[in-house]
């Protein structure tokens, strides 16, 4: 994938737009992501008028990928190192690897709102949940959920996940992660924060049941 001056340009003009307080908060995320959690963070490119900042017309998904050449900010990284790493690319978007500290169930953000506030309820653990400007939810889970997903759901009696709107994200996928914006459309959002578990994300198996009666009462 190429990345072009003129989309080097769009980003670092976006982010001075944005205002030095949002890039600290980025800064600031991304430190928290590899220190505190022990997340891998990529910079990700961003979109604006529906063009991608890394030069592609023909980008299949425009302000929601990585960059292909900026390395990987890895676990444990120091907030000197994320900050210097932010200052190659300032107006880069905060992007989450998925599948090695954690893998994501993706559902719909109405529902899961409403599975979000039954489990809490129910005082089952969960990790951090995010919403994203496209109106998914993202609730982190242990590594390995994405591949199990499929025969853990027929366990629970649905022979099909994609009749539910649910699906699992694992190695190789990568997640927006807030405060940045996705696509253009928006910035991606909290609905559960990471907390002092959010390194040790819940067994898929815990939270799935609730996920997928409420995904399905959703789509009835």
Known sequence: MG??????REIRSGARRRGRSYRASECTAMAEYTGLWGWDVVRGAR????????????CPAPGAHPLEFAPAIPA?????????????????????AVGRAFDVIEVA?????R???????????????????????????????ATELPAL???????????????GLGPGA???????????????????PPALDAAKPPE??????????VAHRSRA
């Open 3 to 8: 990345f072009t001056i003129g989309g080097i």
């Open 47 to 58: 979109a604006a008028a529906g063009a991608c900042s890394c030069g592609r017309t023909d």
């Open 76 to 96: 444990g990284a120091t907030l000197y190192e994320v900050t210097k790493a932010w200052a190659e690319l300032p107006g880069a978007a905060v992007m989450l």
């Open 109 to 113: 953000e109405p529902a899961g709102r």
């Open 115 to 145: 599975a979000l506030a039954r489990l809490e309820r129910m005082g089952l653990p969960l990790g951090p949940v995010a919403a994203t400007p496209d109106g998914r939810a993202h609730f982190f889970v242990a590594p390995g959920a």
């Open 153 to 167: 759901l027929y366990r629970l009696g649905w022979d099909d996940p994609t009749s539910l709107d649910l699906r």
């Open 174 to 192: 990568y997640i927006t992660a807030p405060p940045s914006d996705r696509g253009g459309l928006g910035p991606v959002r909290w609905l559960r």
């Open 204 to 213: 898929a198996r815990l939270l799935l049941g609730t996920l997928a009666y």
